[in-house]
């Protein structure tokens, strides 16, 4: 009797390790389950939290489709180009200054489309792609730059800009525009000491709307064409008198940039905008002013950097409206009476 005693109390003790062996098995088993679950459901939501920006969502895709501002850019033709190939009609010529200055006089078969509007021009007006070139012509070759720029940007690959607008087509052009604004009147204020370039840093805030980044470029770009280019200006003599408030990029070669700056301004080597490069060392709290020599390839910079979300201007007339002779003398894109051909124009 005491035996079978023994004995069921063993198997009943056994049963009960048993089951909670199993119990344990089963609570062990539960607690992966809900780690990894818990741990997905962290990931998930950190992914959620942080998306890719705006701004950053554009700079890959720009960058990743021809990178345009940071290996082509910018795209000028000459005007003896244009000139031999009035008859070409792979060729067209856009001439954007007002419409009492086209009708003054303009080059054969070029059509008067003003800036703003020339995005809806090329969507609804013409074919782009049927022209080898499509070549936009200013007074300067400033804004033409800008808005071949922001073309460029949109897709439009055959873009190009007039190398010193129409002041190098005809003297009576050049007259009141860049002989007008080819100076040295800042010489003795110019500075030689190397300035050095910030950390990098915060990216500017865009905010369409959009989650597609071909809609958001769009947004950007039609955004850019609503306002005027003369908005995105700075001249010298503001420049000059208050270094302080901009955050001032000489986007030129270091020989240029060491030959004289103005106070403060930070050498930016031609094409080194990329996101692995300088571009995170832009400021988003401050005016940017971009200057070049001639205003042309600060004004290809600047739209690039107004699409991104930055509060930037170009110099007006570059470099040459503070140190021409320099330029000249050293061969570097300087404004002179050569640069200016006696093309006919139409009336």
């Avoid at 850019?224 to 070669?253: C, M």
């Avoid at 699409?307 to 894109?333: I, R």
């Amino acid at each position: 009797m005491l035996f079978s005693s023994l004995i069921l109390e063993y198997k009943n003790k056994h049963i009960l390790n048993n089951q909670n062996m199993k119990k344990a098995t089963s609570y062990l088993v539960l607690l992966l389950i809900v780690t990894t679950l818990f741990s997905s459901f962290k990931g998930t939501k950190k992914q959620a939290v942080n998306p890719p920006s705006e701004f950053e969502l554009l700079v890959q895709y720009l960058e990743a489709n021809g990178n345009f501002i940071n290996t082509d850019a910018p795209a000028i033709l000459l005007a003896p180009e244009i000139k031999d190939n009035l008859k070409n009609d792979k060729y067209l010529v856009l001439d954007i200054r007002s419409e009492d200055w086209f009708a003054y006089g303009h080059i054969k078969g070029s059509k008067n489309v003003q800036g703003p509007e020339l995005l809806n021009y090329f969507e609804k007006e013409i074919t782009p792609s049927n022209f080898d070139k499509i070549t936009i012509v200013c007074y300067s070759g400033q804004s033409a730059s800008y808005y071949a720029s922001l073309l460029r940007l949109y897709g439009f690959n055959n873009v190009y800009s007039l190398k010193w607008g129409m002041g190098s087509w005809n003297e009576e052009f050049a007259t009141n525009y860049w002989v007008k604004n080819s100076k040295d009147e800042f010489t003795d204020q110019l500075e030689t000491t190397a300035n050095p370039m910030p950390e990098k840093g915060a990216a500017p805030t865009i905010n369409t709307g959009k989650v597609d980044v071909k809609e958001i470029l769009q947004a950007r770009i039609k955004e850019a064409f609503e306002k005027p280019y003369k908005d995105y200006i700075v001249k010298s003599a503001d420049a000059f008198t208050t270094p302080e408030d901009y955050f001032i990029v000489n986007y030129v070669t270091e020989d240029n940039y060491n030959a004289g700056h103005i106070k403060g301004a930070i050498q930016y080597e031609p094409k080194s905008l990329a996101s692995d490069a300088n571009l995170y060392t832009l400021p988003t709290d401050k005016k940017i002013v971009v200057a070049c020599d001639t205003g042309l390839s600060s004004a290809y910079a600047i739209a690039y950097l107004q699409v991104l979300g930055y509060d930037v201007y170009n110099l007006a007339y570059g470099s040459n409206s503070f140190m021409n002779s320099t330029l000249v003398e050293k061969g570097w894109n300087g404004w002179s009476a050569k640069e200016i051909n006696d093309f006919p124009v139409v009336e």
